[in-house]
């Protein structure tokens, strides 16, 4: 009974390769309203000012410039194997050190583990003005 089975998946698969053509040209009509929506689509998604909504890692959260603009130069000291980018933002009334952008908060908390036993403090918040070149 097996090698009836067998024998019969065989011939399938003998059947199936002769039956196709390699030399088979394929031609695709696209409507010119389709293309114009994806040409849309694409400009947008690969405009430089264009802002993403990612997780990314809070490592300090001040009201003060010049504490925030001092700590950014200390924490890329820090974390210099890391190879996610420190940044900050301002967003009223304050300003957010951050490290990371990615797409899914698994990623995000993943880079908080590494990171918690320098920043106790540190949180996994959903960034909404990083730029594509902060995704990793």
Known sequence: MKWKAV???CL???GFVHGQDNGAILNIDEEPS???LLDHRK???FHKDRKLKVWSVQLLLSRDKYLATQKISQIKKNTQNLSAKIDWFYEAPYYRIYAGGYYTKLEAVTLLNKLMEDYPDAIVF???E???SDVE
């Open 7 to 9: 024998f019969m998946i």
């Open 12 to 14: 399938m698969a003998i």
């Open 34 to 36: 389709v293309r114009q």
């Open 43 to 45: 400009a947008l998604n």
């Open 126 to 128: 959903k960034n909404t």
């Open 130 to 132: 990083a730029r594509p």
